[in-house]
């Protein structure tokens, strides 16, 4: 059991899609500037990259070859309009944070890469845990992303103040080039272990 | 995936898997309407709450009507001590890239525009969505309702700030000839 977590946190850094693969930036750049807002799109991505792996990898003996990239576009945008649709029904104010970003999920070259790299090509079972896997390295880097810049710049984790009330906040983690500072930090401690 | 399928064959998959697609999209758009529009009335009822004090978000059954084109007069009865009415104008146009809907608060006694808030747009993630960020929005509070709506653009957002102003400014027009 140790050995298979091991060997799964392993893949977790070694393969991670954001800090390895420079995957799927845009989003993690975008909607970090609170923890509620990474969560729910990690969330979102790694149900749609589930079950775009489950569906793809189910049909990957039918899915005609050079017709492939359009399936696999119509695939991940059901899903990815579905979740958008929930989101805006059940969960309004975060939509409204996320804005478009939701439905740029069908653009992460995460997603599409996995497809034509994993799940076009193997059985279900070994396409849901590479699935499982992408998803969750991308939600933990935009979730340690988030944590930095939410408690920096609005000195509060998950909505709650945590830093006293003179904490002066730091607004530049409130915008985009706070996220660029805290990703490229990531990407380069990772890269200084991984070696 | 299946090599040397003959394109008829991958055009008759695509097809079979479009229909499919759009079938079960068309499910999901009618079991979320009704929470969708819930959504949305409570979002408005928020927003009055937020210009009218008095205003709370159990009350508010709206009377509503059309002053145009894709223009909704609200008017709501408050149960604040001075009972006045709680006026709100939808306005429904077109941004740079697609429909804005926001939504104008006056303030009748001063004869001002109280608030100013975007209920939805499709502008640039970052650069013109920067239309619906408070900090821009509160340009507009506290114009005249008498003279013409002039705000600066905001820079590297100019087309999208001006379809903005332009849709308030018609807004503005129908609050001083509708509203008593």
Redesign the interface.
């Given at each position: 059991m140790r050995k298979h977590l091991r060997s799964f946190l392993l893949a977790l850094h070694r393969s991670n899609p954001v800090t390895v693969g420079l995957l799927g930036i845009c989003s993690a750049l975008?909607v970090t500037s609170r923890l509620s807002n990474a969560l729910a799109m990690g969330v979102m991505v790694i149900t749609v990259l589930l079950g775009t792996a489950f569906l793809i990898s189910l049909l990957?003996?039918?899915?005609?070859?050079?017709?492939?990239l359009?399936?696999v576009m119509?695939?991940v945008?059901?899903f990815v309009?579905?979740g958008d649709?929930?989101l805006?029904?059940?969960f309004?104010l975060i939509s409204r944070e996320l804005?478009?970003?939701v439905g740029?999920i069908i653009t992460n070259c995460i997603i599409l890469g996995r497809a034509e790299a994993c799940y076009?090509?193997s059985p279900i079972l070994p396409s849901l845990g590479d699935a499982f896997i992408h998803g969750l390295g991308y939600t933990g880097v935009l979730l340690a992303i988030a944590f930095f810049r939410e408690l920096l710049g609005f000195g509060s984790l998950f909505g709650f103040m945590v830093m006293p009330e003179s904490w002066p906040r730091w607004s530049a983690m409130t915008l985009?080039p706070g996220a660029f500072f805290v990703l490229s930090l990531l990407i380069w401690i990772g890269k200084e272990r991984r070696q | 995936m299946k090599p040397g399928v003959s394109f008829s064959g991958g055009v008759l998959f695509v097809t079979l898997l479009a229909a499919a697609s759009s079938l079960l999209l068309a499910g999901v758009e009618r079991w979320t309407a009704p929470a969708v529009e819930r959504a949305r009335a409570e979002r408005l009822k928020s927003v009055l709450s937020l210009a009218y004090p008095g205003f709370s978000a159990e009350e508010g059954i709206f009377s509503s009507r059309e002053v145009g084109n894709d223009l909704l007069l609200l008017e709501a009865e408050t149960a604040s001590v001075s009972r006045e009415p709680a006026w709100a104008l939808i306005v429904q146009g077109r941004g740079l890239w697609g429909p804005v809907e926001l939504l104008m608060v006056p303030d009748l006694e001063k004869r001002l525009l109280r608030s100013v808030t975007v209920l939805e747009h499709q502008e640039t993630p970052g650069i013109g969505s920067r239309i619906s960020e408070r900090e821009y929005l509160d340009r507009y509070s506290g114009l005249s309702l008498e003279r013409p709506v002039k705000v600066d653009a905001l820079t590297g957002a100019t087309k999208s700030s001006q379809a903005f102003s332009s849709l308030v400014e018609q807004g503005r027009k129908v609050l001083i000839k509708e509203v008593p």
């Open positions: 975008a990957r003996k039918t899915i005609p070859d050079r017709m492939r359009l399936v119509m695939i945008s059901v309009i579905t649709r929930l805006q029904a059940w309004p804005g478009p970003y740029l076009l090509r985009a | -």
